[in-house]
Antibody, heavy 119, light 106 residues
Framework: QVQLVQSGGGVVQPGTSLRLSCATFGFSLSSYGIQWVRQAPGKGLEWVAVISSDGSYKNYADFVKGRFTISRDNALNTLYLQMDSLRIEDTAVYYC????????????WGQGTLVTVSS | EIVMTQSPATLSVSPGERATLSCRASQSVSSSLVWYQQKGGQPPRLLIYAASTRATGIPARFSGSGSETEFTLTISSLQSEDSAVYYCQQYKDWPTFGQGTKLEIK
């Protein structure tokens, strides 16, 4: 049974850092790309970052480029999103999502973790 | 960036009736389009991929159609548990989502 279990959210002040984790179960993580998607309170879905199956390719939405870093540890079956220089507008529920195949859609999602950036 | 536009923003339909949700892309995405269902406090759930293929375990009352720039999600014989927000997303390019259609069951 495919599962993505997230952790690491919380309340932080602007300018600080937070690391989100996404532990995966029920599939071979090393075979799949993973993306992070966020959803601000009461708003729609917004793509944040992608990492390829072997970690060699990464890309970011412009609004997080230079501040967020996506990484993975296939041996631990876990993905990470390091978020630095957080801004109030980064407040959202963050989801990790498994890609069905390269450049494809998301077939399984984590439960989401809330990040609140507030002074 | 490919902009996805959904209509209507809100749809209210009686149980047993049909709901039709629309999604338009700002440029052709071929059939690289999915529909997700999201209920309060939950992650999105994949309903339809490749514009018209139902995901595993999705009831036959959900169907998708369209190609290029115009897409439709049809839910026939609505049930109370279909109350949710529905999003379309293209994966022809970097993923972009529509703003969602909130489906209310009268």
């Amino acid at each position: 049974q495919v599962q993505l279990v997230q952790s690491g959210g919380g309340v932080v002040q602007p300018g600080t850092s937070l690391r989100l984790s996404c532990a995966t179960f029920g599939f071979s993580l090393s075979s799949y790309g993973i993306q992070w998607v966020r959803q601000a309170p009461g708003k729609g879905l917004e793509w944040v970052a992608v990492i390829s199956s072997d970690g060699s390719y990464k890309n970011y939405a412009d609004f997080v480029k230079g501040r967020f870093t996506i990484s993975r540890d296939n041996a631990l079956n876990t993905l990470y999103l390091q978020m630095d220089s957080l801004r109030i507008e980064d407040t959202a529920v963050y989801y990790c999502a498994k890609m069905h195949s390269p450049g494809s859609y998301f077939d399984y999602w984590g439960q989401g973790t809330l990040v609140t950036v507030s002074s | 960036e490919i902009v996805m536009t959904q209509s209507p923003a809100t749809l209210s339909v009686s149980p047993g009736e049909r709901a039709t949700l629309s999604c338009r892309a700002s440029q052709s995405v071929s059939s690289s389009l999915v529909w997700y269902q999201q209920k309060g406090g939950q992650p999105p759930r994949l309903l339809i991929y490749a514009a018209s293929t139902r995901a595993t375990g999705i009831p036959a009352r959900f169907s998708g159609s369209g190609s290029e720039t115009e897409f439709t999600l049809t839910i026939s014989s609505l049930q109370s548990e279909d109350s949710a927000v529905y999003y379309c997303q293209q994966y022809k390019d970097w993923p972009t989502f529509g703003q969602g259609t909130k489906l209310e069951i009268k």
